[in-house]
């Protein structure tokens, strides 16, 4: 980028579920792209939980990140950007793409961001989710897009099925079960769990907490210990 402006649009606050979103508008220009404007309109919702909640996260594209965070609260933060060569033409593509966070039934919560009637959309239109959730949350994660899936500091059940890179850190002294496998690239097992092989790790540790954890990726699956 040899050229940026970046322009405030209208805030929007509402009250629903904790709900905020604003309009970022980013002028950028480089190489032969010339002038591009990018929309960005940051979603976060609160979901109040008993500490082991149920999480499914179901993105279309985007990066996906999951850390720990307080003991009863789970924060979303999704992200959707659109790209164009005017703002009208950001907003538009932007628009194709949908999100949602909400509560299906008591401590199950759902986070989805999807193509509006399956509208196409440029390459430049995402939406990342960032979720702050408590540390023995269960999880379950499918990726359709190339972004990344990083998951950090979680002590319950992990699945997680993305078409890109996942990397997954488990706490120091945490026991659990690895059946690992990617279509590309190669697992980087930083643990040193028997059983690992370049495509796949299958395998054990044990802990006075055991949890399972399944991961399918397209590229490379990184699995550390944080």
Do not use: Y
């Not at 508008?25 to 939980?49: K, M, W, Y």
């Not at 990066?63 to 950001?90: F, K």
């Amino acid at each position: 980028m040899r050229i940026g402006e970046v322009i405030i649009g209208i805030a929007i606050a509402a009250a629903l579920g904790m709900v905020v979103a604003a309009f970022l508008f980013v002028r950028s220009q480089g190489g032969d792209s010339g002038l591009a404007t990018s929309l960005f309109e940051p979603l976060t919702q609160e979901f109040e939980t008993n500490g082991r909640p149920e999480i499914s996260v179901e993105s279309w594209r985007g990066a996906v990140t999951v850390r720990p965070g307080r003991a009863n609260l789970v924060t979303v933060v999704i992200g959707r950007t659109g790209t164009g060569a005017t703002e009208q033409e950001a907003f538009e593509n932007l628009t194709k793409l949908e999100s949602r966070a909400l509560e299906d039934e008591e401590n199950v919560i759902t986070v989805r961001t999807f193509r509006t009637n399956d509208a196409p959309a440029p390459p430049g239109t995402r939406a990342p989710i960032t979720i702050d959730a408590p540390e023995h949350s269960r999880l379950n994660v499918i990726a359709t897009g190339p972004e990344p899936v990083i998951v950090e500091g979680i002590t319950g059940d992990i699945s997680i099925e993305a078409e890109g890179s996942v990397t997954v850190e488990i706490p120091h002294g945490i026991g659990f079960t690895i059946d690992a496998m990617t279509t590309s690239g190669n697992i980087s097992d930083l643990i040193g769990i028997d059983g690992s092989g370049g495509r796949t790790l299958v395998g054990e540790r044990p802990g006075d907490v055991v949890i399972a954890i399944v991961l399918r990726a397209g590229g490379g699956i990184t699995l550390r210990e944080g």
